[in-house]
């Protein structure tokens, strides 16, 4: 289905590589080279024809005037995005003298990658690089701005990430959106959710912003930030109070019952209520729902683990189904990425190749805290050298303004791969041009949907743009390295990861089912994957880390009453996704999505408003010890969009379209979470005046 050449028009089959769950299909038209059209694969079962209001332009993305599209050397001072084009030739000899002199003066270790999911394509995320920065003997980056603490946190009940297939939503009677924007985040998940409402479902949000989800909900449940913990007990208290339970779940299926019955028996609907901010009345209705429903679908993502107790909301979430015994109903149970199951089809352990470095565990370094390390005098060995690809740190990681002044260091060697100017290359030494989707081939496993998409190439790459796979080839010649395994090329790259699979069916259409029964239903009977085979309703290892065994309340640092700087920084600040036009910060820069978005604001409850003589449409300060912000208020008349307490700024924008070049993230609490490789963005306090 793929033809680079031909004189007329030609459909090339693509699947879309943005850290999104719904990995829609999707359709390039070709005419001489040139990707005239692109629209959804109507044939996709998951997406079905649609793109969305992001993916809707790309082609202007790949034909956009600003796009890199040849090597860049740093002329200017760092930041300012002064840069002259090299040769490809140049590029690559001036970073492979850096990678040799940096090893031989400070040691590999010294070397720092940080990629990110700009795409999360199978080999142009992460496969090259992994055997280029092992031969360079790099040090390794660990942890994750997205969805390590919900995994860990599910886990540490179900034994395993697997849950259920979203798309099972659609046979639910009660469904809970609790902490994901699903009309925003995961659109294509909607209509599903609207065949089940056609059949009489209920659908319930919970989230401390009212969402476009939170507008299209049949109930909305509006907890203060943070809080979800309490509010889970206070359900489970009821559930067990008023014997809503499956007892023979219980007892043939779940460990520590017992002791969670005595956790939670403190947990009165009124305790919960007074920390959630919500009324008893509505804590008891939803645990009536929730114990009387039999096939209630609890669905959540990622917006809850952004905190530094984040893992403990889902190790308390997935304990609810384990009261009703909703896994053994069609459509009951709980679901949120389902990325682990594309192990069923794919081994990406393939891609490591230890004796690169004979065999040596080079040190870990985490990615949520690139500003400590880049600023940290006591590492040894330094960073000398960063390798930034598939992201933008300095708009995306927490504790922005600490990267910055990070990247500004004179004796730091940065290289960027990008596909435009973002803040993050504007501080690059080199710059080497990346392509877009269409001009590379990979394979996309999905998060939100159990199919796996091929993504021809559909045009040549534009410029000297090359592909990540390309660009770790490249660099591995320039080095002098000559293990055949480092110029692996695509095709065969993807096909030594891909096992018991149709190859041919799966590039025919761009589209195969992972080999998984069709009717999932996990742990309808059971088949925890724990030592006992039984869900961790108590989880003995916990104490081990550093957690209680049992679910339990607790408030982050930044967060709680007692904290230093309480009364200084009063306002907890949210940063979620917001913009239909955004993903993360890769689309505001280009003038079709910013322009109909306008500019980046900070909402307020017109409670916070009124005591700050603040108005809707007033220029605002936010800020904290960390950075400032100088943005646009938004008071919505009536209130109910945040509650008093809350602001949001939210995510998405970047600094070419913000007052002083700042982003939210220049105000985000870094602070690793508890357990689980995340980090607390939302855990944040500010302050905010009338400009
Ligand atoms: N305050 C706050 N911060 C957040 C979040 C939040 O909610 N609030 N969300 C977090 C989450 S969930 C995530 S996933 C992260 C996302 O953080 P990032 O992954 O850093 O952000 P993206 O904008 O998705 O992608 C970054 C870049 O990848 C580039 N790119 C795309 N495809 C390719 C390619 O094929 N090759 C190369 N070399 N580059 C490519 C794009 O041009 C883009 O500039 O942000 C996190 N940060
Ligand atoms: N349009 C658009 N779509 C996107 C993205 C984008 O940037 N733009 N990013 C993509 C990426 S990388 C990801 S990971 C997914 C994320 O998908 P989601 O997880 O669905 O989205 P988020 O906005 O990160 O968070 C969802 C909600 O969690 C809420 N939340 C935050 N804290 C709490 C809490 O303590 N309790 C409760 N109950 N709720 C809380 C936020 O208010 C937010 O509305 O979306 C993807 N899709
Ligand atoms: S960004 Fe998400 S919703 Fe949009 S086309 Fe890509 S996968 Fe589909
Ligand atoms: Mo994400």
Redesign the pocket.
């Known amino acids: 289905m793929s033809s680079l050449t031909s004189p007329s028009s030609t459909v090339v089959l693509g699947t879309c590589h943005?850290?999104?769950?719904?990995s829609c299909g999707w359709e390039v038209t070709v005419e001489n080279g040139v990707a005239v059209k692109m629209r959804g694969n109507a044939q996709h079962p998951y997406s079905q024809g649609e793109l969305?209001?992001?993916v809707n332009r790309f082609l202007d993305r790949v034909y956009s005037p600003d796009r890199i599209l040849y090597p860049l050397i740093r002329t200017g001072a760092k930041g300012t995005g002064e840069f002259r084009q090299a040769t490809w030739d140049e590029a690559l000899r001036l970073v492979a003298l850096n990678i040799h002199e940096v090893g031989r003066t400070f040691g590999g270790e010294a070397i720092m990658p940080w990629g990110s999911?700009g795409t999360q394509g199978l080999i142009q995320m992460n496969a090259l690089d992994r055997r280029f920065f092992a031969k360079v003997g790099a040090s390794r980056q660990v942890d994750s701005l997205?969805?390590a603490t919900a995994m860990v946190g599910s886990t540490l009940t179900l034994g395993s990430p697997l849950a259920n297939d979203p798309m099972d939503i659609e046979f639910a009677q009660l469904i809970l959106l609790?902490?994901?924007?699903?009309r925003?985040?995961?659109?294509h998940l909607w209509p599903f959710i609207e065949k089940a409402r056609a059949n009489g479902a209920k659908v319930v949000v919970?989230?401390?912003?009212r969402?476009i989800?939170a507008e299209a909900a049949d109930v909305f449940i509006q907890?203060l930030?943070?809080?979800?913990v309490a509010l889970m007990l206070a359900l489970m208290h009821i559930l067990i109070r008023d014997e809503l339970l499956d007892v023979d779940y219980i007892t043939q299926y779940t460990e520590g019952f017992e002791e969670l019955k005595e956790q939670v028996s403190t947990w009165t609907p009124a305790r919960a209520a007074e920390i959630c901010g919500i009324t008893v009345e509505v804590i008891e209705s939803l645990a009536h729902d929730y114990g009387t429903i039999k096939r209630a679908f609890i669905r959540?993502?990622?917006?809850?683990e952004?905190?530094e107790h984040g893992v403990m909301?889902f190790r308390t979430l997935t304990c609810l189904p384990m009261l009703t015994g909703a896994w053994r109903h069609k459509g009951g149970g709980f679901s949120r990425s389902v990325g682990s199951y594309a192990a069923t089809n794919i081994d990406d352990s393939v891609f490591d190749i230890p004796s690169l470095n004979a065999g040596k565990e080079c040190r870990s370094l985490s990615m949520n805290h690139l500003g400590r390390v880049l600023n940290d005098a006591t590492l040894a060995p330094p960073v000398k050298m960063l390798f930034v690809y598939n992201g933008n740190p300095l708009v995306t990681a927490p504790n922005a303004e600490l990267i910055r002044r990070g990247l500004e260091r004179e004796d730091l060697f940065t290289v960027v791969s990008e596909q435009f100017m973002t803040d993050t290359a504007k501080y690059a030494d080199v710059i080497f041009p990346a392509c877009t989707q269409i001009e590379q081939l990979d394979v996309v496993p999905s998060w939100g949907h159990l199919y796996l998409g091929w993504n021809h190439q559909a045009i040549q790459p534009l410029g000297e743009s090359v592909a990540n796979t390309e660009l770790w080839r490249r660099l591995s010649a320039a080095c002098g390295f000559t293990e055949p395994e480092l110029f692996e090329d695509d095709e065969s790259l993807l096909v030594s990861a891909l096992h018991d699979l149709d190859v041919e069916r799966l590039k025919a259409d761009a589209f195969i089912r992972l080999s998984l029964p069709v009717d999932l239903s996990p742990y309808a009977n059971g088949g925890f994957e724990t030592a006992s085979g039984k869900a961790l309703l108590i989880n003995h290892g916990l104490p081990a880390v550093g957690l209680p065994a049992l679910p339990t309340y607790l408030a982050g640092s930044e967060m709680s009453s007692d904290s230093s700087g309480q009364a200084e920084y009063p306002l907890a600040l949210?940063s979620?996704?917001?913009?239909?036009?955004?993903?993360?910060a890769?689309y505001s820069h280009l003038p079709h999505h910013v322009n109909p978005e306008g500019e980046m604001f900070c909402e307020l409850d017109p409670v916070d408003a009124l005591d700050r003589g603040i108005s809707d449409g007033d220029r605002v300060r936010v800020f904290n010890g960390r950075g400032e912000l100088d943005v646009v208020a938004r008071v919505a008349a009536n209130g109910g969009r945040v509650r008093p307490g809350l602001v949001?700024v939210p995510?998405?924008w970047v600094g070419d379209r913000t007052k002083d070049n700042k982003t939210v993230n220049a105000l985000t609490n870094d602070l690793l979470a508890t357990f689980g490789g995340g980090v607390s963005f939302?855990d944040t306090k500010v302050q905010v005046e009338k400009n």
């Not at 609790?178 to 699903?182: I, S, V």
């Not at 979620?576 to 993360?584: L, S, Y």
Request: hydrophobic residues 30%.
């Open positions: 943005h850290d999104c769950p719904d969305c209001p992001k999911a997205c969805g609790w902490g994901t924007n699903t925003l985040a995961n659109r919970i989230d401390p912003l969402t989800t907890p930030p943070g809080t979800d959540t993502l990622i917006g809850a952004h905190r909301f949210m979620p996704k917001t913009h239909v036009r955004f993903i993360n890769s949001i995510f998405g939302y």
